[in-house]
Each structure stands twice: as structure tokens, then as C-alpha cells.
């Protein structure tokens, strides 16, 4: 009786938990969906519990770029690795569960076909290839910490299943298991022979693993997180630090903070000298600038009912969902030149037919001012540190090159997502 319940319980504490994750791993789908304010009405009070204790803070921080394109090779191989899991993931579980029902209503005995002939779980390994996919999709710590509880649960489920597979088949499933690895081909799990030694096989060793799967998960998170603020380049004058989100603006840097200096020295931007200030540099129809101020209802992705075109375009193609403008989807859509499109569609309203878009001198510059707990001025990397509150103030809009200012745009002190947490990296 209590083994039975037993099974029951590791197999509906085993499901919920993927349901847990695929909810908070595809916050991203439903953020860009109409339904999202839907969806926030009730997963936002979480965010706001978990950031009231300093404790917790970290885990509604994300650990890799997301509004900023990845501005090194190792960075950029990463966000590919996502693509990549998520689709091999979703395709490899999608096979392996045919396989698994099918051989169940036609009886066909042991599953020993197909992935199944080179590991015993392949349905679990595809869920974990497909989550950690997700996870560099959505780099959100959160999504990070239910893949680690996902991936314990999923840990103890196969030891279950093997254990009833024994009960069932007997001496066959037992050779079954000395010829196949448990998440991985018996020949790479003999590179991890010597955990054998470092934890015997006791019970022990239920305590053990699942300590090691967490701390390297989320580990591998503050790693990643260290190397992702180490590879943004910074340009910090006064209490002003300045981050490009595309590589190639990295070289307006420096004129658009003296642009932004000289128009708080005029009397057009009203700084505080106490205060500390990041500013995001962004081409003007930046299609996540939502994401860090409300600069207006073109940029409210959760409005612009192309969710499942932005979705593709995030999964298939890693880079340019950054870099698309809404003119651009809106070309798409009506079937026009997107060249055309974005000129005539561009916020700061200049219709000029000899621009070339990809050599737009005008950036728009949104500025965030900082608070901390320490009451200590920040900059640089310092900026990013967990539990930093940002309040949009303004979007500059300028010409990088002559450092005119084209617009002072005041924002409301919250983004499209209202009080929502969003990317800061």
C-alpha cells in the first residue's frame, strides 16, 4: 500500500514539476501574447514576494543577454546552443513517447529500439536537453532553479520506473541496464566512474546527487552571469554609465554620454547630482525597448498580435528578434519593403529618402535612474548587482555623430510591463 503510494505521489510531484517549469520557462511566449497581463495578474505577486527578501532577490535576475545582443563569440555560441536544445529537445521527447505508447498498445515488451538502444531515459534526457534550451532562451534564474528541481525529481522518477522494470522483466531489463547508460551511452559514462568512489552507492547517494545537480545548475547561472557582465563594454562619466545593446554602436558610446552631459549643462535633462544613472543605446525602432521604459504602444510586444511570428523568429533565428524593428514585423505583414516600412515608420519622424538605415547616425537613449540599499554611488558592473531598482526617466533621441538632441521624451517610472521585472542585461 505505501509503496504504491509512494509511486503515485514521485510520479504527480515528478509531472507538476515540469509544469512548473514550462510555465515559468515560457514566460517570454506569454509576454509577447495579448494574454499577458492575464498571466502577470497572478505570477507577478510572486515576483514581488521573492523580491522583498535579499535572499531571493537574485532568482527574477536574468543570467545571460537578452535585450542586448551577445557581444562575444562564446556568448553568441550559447544563445545558438538554445536554439539548438530547444528544437533536438522537442523532437527527440516527441519521438521517444511515440515509441514508448505505441509499444504499449501494440505490446511490443521493452522499449530497446531507437534512442532507447544507447540510454535507458532518452524521454527524460530529451526533456532535460529541451529545458536546458529553454533556460538559455529565457535566462531568467528562476527558470534556471525549477530545471534543477525538474531535473532531481526526474533523477529519483527513473530510479522508481527501473525499479518496477526489474519486478516486470526480471534478468532481461537487468541486462538491459548493464548495456545501456541511465541518462547517457555507456561509453560516456564511464568518464563519471570515479563519482563511484566519491559517493558509494548507499543511500547517501540520494542525498548527494541532488545537492550536486542544483549546485551546478544554478552555478553554471552566476558563471554565466559573471561572463555576460564582463563582456559588456561600459562608458562612465560623471554619475552617467552608458551600454550599447548592438556591438557596432559600442564606438557612439562616448558622444552619446557627452550628447546626454551637455543637455543636463543646457538645462534640457534634469539629473541628479546624488543619483546614479545607466542609459541604454539603442537604435531608435529597437523592438524591446518596452522592456526598459514605455516609450509607447509600438513597442508594447504583447499588442502587436504576432506573437507567434516574434516566437519563431526568437527560436529560429537567434539574433534577429534584437535587431527587428516594428516596422519591420509590420512589413512583413503587409507584404511592403521593409526598407521603405522603417523610414516611414521610424519614431523620430525623419523622412528622408537618401538614409540608409544601416547607417542611421540617430540613436534613442534611454535613461534609468538607480537606487540601492547601500546609498553608495555605482557604476559599471556594480550597476547589474542584484536587488538595484531602476526607474526609466527619459528617452533622448540624438544624432551620434553631430551630437545634436532630437527629442527628450519623459517616460513613466515603469516599463510596458508596468512594475513587471524585465531583462536588465
Not at 36 to 52: E, G, H, K, L, R
Not at 391 to 416: C, F, H, Q, S
Request: proline share 5%; with cysteine.
Amino acid at each position: 500500500m505505501w509503496k504504491k503510494l509512494k509511486e503515485k505521489i514521485t510520479k504527480v510531484t515528478a509531472f507538476a514539476s515540469i509544469i512548473v517549469f514550462v510555465i515559468v520557462a515560457f514566460e517570454i511566449m506569454i509576454m509577447i501574447s495579448p494574454f499577458a497581463f492575464f498571466f502577470y495578474s497572478v505570477f507577478n505577486p510572486i515576483f514581488d514576494w521573492i523580491n522583498q527578501f535579499a535572499a531571493t532577490r537574485w532568482l527574477t535576475a536574468f543570467f545571460l543577454p537578452h535585450m542586448i545582443l551577445p557581444p562575444t563569440l562564446f556568448l553568441k555560441t550559447i544563445r545558438i546552443a538554445g536554439s539548438v536544445f530547444f528544437i533536438i529537445g522537442t523532437f527527440a521527447f516527441i519521438v521517444c513517447a511515440l515509441q514508448v505508447y505505441l509499444g504499449k498498445l501494440f505490446k511490443w515488451g521493452v522499449a530497446a529500439k531507437g534512442i532507447y538502444r544507447y540510454i535507458r531515459h532518452p524521454q527524460y534526457f530529451s526533456l532535460g536537453i529541451w529545458g536546458i534550451g529553454m533556460a538559455i532562451l529565457w535566462p531568467r534564474f528562476i527558470v534556471l532553479a525549477s530545471l534543477s528541481l525538474m531535473f532531481v525529481l526526474y533523477y529519483f522518477l527513473a530510479k522508481d520506473e527501473e525499479k518496477r522494470m526489474l519486478k516486470l522483466y526480471g534478468e532481461s531489463y537487468e541486462k538491459y541496464m548493464s548495456d545501456k547508460g541511465m541518462f547517457l551511452p555507456k561509453a560516456v559514462e564511464r568518464f563519471f566512474s570515479f563519482m563511484n568512489y566519491l559517493v558509494p552507492k548507499t543511500s547517501f547517494r540520494n542525498v548527494v546527487v541532488p545537492m550536486m545537480i542544483i549546485i551546478i545548475v544554478i552555478g553554471s547561472g552566476f558563471i554565466l552571469r559573471a561572463i555576460t557582465l564582463r563582456s559588456l563594454s561600459f562608458e562612465s562619466e560623471s554619475n552617467i554609465t552608458i551600454v550599447s545593446l548592438l556591438p557596432e554602436d559600442i564606438v557612439r558610446n562616448t558622444n552619446a554620454v557627452q550628447t546626454i552631459l551637455n543637455g543636463e549643462r543646457n538645462g534640457k535633462i534634469s539629473l541628479s547630482t546624488d543619483k546614479d544613472y545607466l542609459a541604454y543605446l539603442m537604435p531608435a525602432d529597437y523592438i524591446m525597448q518596452g522592456m526598459i521604459a514605455n516609450t509607447g504602444g509600438d513597442f508594447h510586444l504583447y499588442k502587436q498580435h504576432n506573437t507567434v511570428a516574434m516566437i519563431v523568429e526568437w527560436v529560429l533565428h537567434p539574433f534577429e528578434h534584437l535587431r527587428a524593428s516594428p516596422s519591420l514585423h509590420m512589413a512583413k505583414m503587409r507584404n511592403v519593403d521593409p526598407a521603405i516600412a522603417r523610414r516611414h515608420h521610424c519614431p523620430l519622424n525623419i523622412n528622408d529618402p537618401a538614409m540608409d538605415c544601416n547607417t542611421c547616425p540617430y540613436r534613442r537613449v534611454i535613461i534609468d535612474e538607480l537606487q540601492n540599499e547601500s546609498g553608495k554611488h555605482l557604476s559599471g558592473l556594480t550597476l547589474f548587482a542584484f536587488g538595484t531598482i531602476r526607474t526609466p526617466r527619459y528617452a533622448v533621441d540624438l544624432n551620434t555623430d553631430t551630437g545634436k538632441i532630437i527629442n527628450i521624451i519623459p517616460v513613466e517610472k515603469a516599463t510596458a510591463w508596468a512594475n513587471v521585472p524585465t531583462p536588465s542585461i
